[in-house]
């Protein structure tokens, strides 16, 4: 409620809130939908003189005079000193996401852990900010021995183990290590300079995008669509959460004062023999292998959304919505075709997107 003084309503000011790794899937999303909420927004990219990777947040509705660009390079040390000076919030999202890097450790790594350092040790010198938000990932959970999990469900008692790792070098190991490394790095940091951090752990982030390339996490998440035989391995079983619900998780857990530690954010688990049984309902002349014979053996296990459930938060896409959107979005772009149609025909699904429809509280793994 706006506060008063005498008769005279005074408007709040909206917070001021940083959003680093502004330019990329997460990040571009966040920007909007805050904006969209009333904030005001400061955000950082690598560059803000590119028009490739500034165009898109420039052209965002609610930009004008509540939107700022700011340079933030995760190495450069005290480089988001001014970004996070003054703001009220700050959502931590640059990370390097690649799976291949010609050096794990100088690339992904380093970067990750270093830049966590950085923009803490920045937040430690602001006085204003009242809750760091930062975003992890179920990669920071979910690789470990199965067989030590209890029933197979994930929850934010799990940790990935890093020596585990770094011993067997799964596909996508730099990225697993780095993620969990920056986030344990996180906590140790907001204890010794007494700050607010929450931690919100997507799993595989599907639905639409605002950049004109496919991210990352989309590529995973479309091979079956796009016939990427190579990404099927990652999606043998894994779970999923549409882009709407994990940037609402973000600004539900600045916003909700009870949230502290660990968060897994994600709605649906599937295997990779679901996901293609959806597909089918769903684009009746998709073309699919007949078996998934070729990903290896499938171990059933889950990543648990109750904590945040609990909190109050409600997811609201389920996988057929995450499908839909992100192939209509993908085909809006100009990047893809619907699955089975020619580049002229439409989208006809003949399965109405159950929205609303959250799954029974089993919630699956990977990313
Ligand atoms: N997408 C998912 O499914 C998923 C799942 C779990 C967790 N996450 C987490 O969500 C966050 C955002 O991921 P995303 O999917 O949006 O990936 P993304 O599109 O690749 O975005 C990553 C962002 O980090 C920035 N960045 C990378 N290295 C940097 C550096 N050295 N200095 C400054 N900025 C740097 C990138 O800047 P440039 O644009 O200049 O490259 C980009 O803006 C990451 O922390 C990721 O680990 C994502």
Redesign the pocket.
Known sequence: MAPSIGSEVVASIPDLVCVT???????TWLVKRLLEKGYRVRAT??DPDDPK?TTVLKNLPEAEGRLQLVK????EEGGFDDAVYGVDGVFH?????EFSFEDPYRDCIE?AVR?TVNILKACSKAPTIKRIVF?S???AVRFTQLEDIPEQRFDENCWTDVDMCLRDKPHGWPYFVS?TLSELKAFELAKEYKLDLVTIL????TGPFLLNKI???MADALSLVTGDVFHHNFIRRISYVHIDDIIDAHIFLYETPAAEGRYIGSCVDASITEAAELLKKLFPKIQLPSNFDYVGEIVPHYMDNSKLRKLGFEFKHDLADMYLSGVKCCVEKGLMTYPGESQDQSLTPNVASQNGAESDGLVGNH?
Request: a positive charge; one cysteine or more.
């Open positions: 790794g502004a330019s990329g899937h997460l990040g990219v690598r990777k933030g390079q995760l190495l999202c640059a990370c390097p996401t970067p830049g975003t990932s179920a990669a993620k997507p799993t595989l982030v991210p990352n996490s990313l």
